[in-house]
């Protein structure tokens, strides 16, 4: 009995499913009648999935790889019915496109660019109480994510400065307002406007019905 080393055999093409399956396929290939092809080739598809568990998600882009790695199997020669068409044999290992990074850069890159996106619609509010909410929502955040940077406190004052500098001079900060009330603290809560009577007036308007 002649032993059969895999340094003799074929490379496998796709590894993560091993050399079986590989077997299978090539056996497929041979299956003159094209239903029983088919038969066996959803079946085998169905054998992938059970040996790479990642691909068992109901999800079309896995349904698409499974046979796609079927026909790479077969060398892309594989006559059978598939949701999927064959794929291109020259777009196997090509590398893709590089991606186009934003060149412009971020002012203040402790902040990050979504406090900057922030800041610009803050800037294209036209309700004066909206926009100064918005500040102050702003500062609490530049205060927390500079704290997370940095072990010392950041000024109130500083605060103000960047916000006026990332709006290009278009957001004016109230410091005196801002140190006052604690309003860039972020243990003290965000003002909300009121849609009614406060708690207050409400019991005051109750005792005097009662009274009455």
């Given at each position: 009995m002649s032993l059969e080393y895999n340094t003799q055999r074929e490379d496998v093409i796709q590894k993560e499913y091993g050399r079986n399956v590989q077997k299978l396929v090539?056996?497929?290939?041979?299956?003159?009648?094209k239903e029983k092809r088919n038969?066996?080739?959803q079946t085998l598809t169905d054998l992938m999935r059970q040996i790479n568990p990642n691909l068992l998600r109901e999800n079309a882009e896995y349904d698409q790889k499974v046979w796609d790695d079927l026909y790479i199997m077969s060398r892309f020669d594989l006559d059978v019915e598939s949701p999927f068409?064959?794929?291109?044999?020259e777009s196997i290992g090509k590398k893709p496109q590089r991606m186009a990074y934003k060149t412009n850069e971020i002012k203040f890159r402790h902040y990050g660019r979504n406090l900057e996106m922030m800041v610009k619609l803050a800037v294209e509010?036209?309700?004066e109480e909206s926009r100064e909410n918005?500040?102050?929502h702003i500062g609490r955040l530049m205060k927390s994510f500079f704290s997370n940077?940095?072990?010392?406190?950041?000024e109130d004052?500083?605060?103000?400065?960047?916000?006026?500098?990332?709006?290009?001079?278009?957001?004016?900060?109230?410091?005196?307002?801002i140190k006052?009330?604690?309003l860039f603290n972020t243990s003290v809560r965000e003002r909300r406007p009121s849609s009614g009577p406060s708690n207050q007036n409400r019991k005051k308007n109750y005792t005097k019905r009662r009274r009455a």
């Open positions: 090539e056996y497929i290939k041979t299956v003159e009648d038969q066996y080739a068409p064959m794929p291109e044999k509010m036209e309700d918005a500040i102050i940077w940095n072990k010392d406190n950041i004052e500083v605060i103000a400065q960047h916000i006026h500098r990332m709006s290009k001079g278009q957001l004016v900060v109230n410091i005196e307002k006052e009330e604690g």
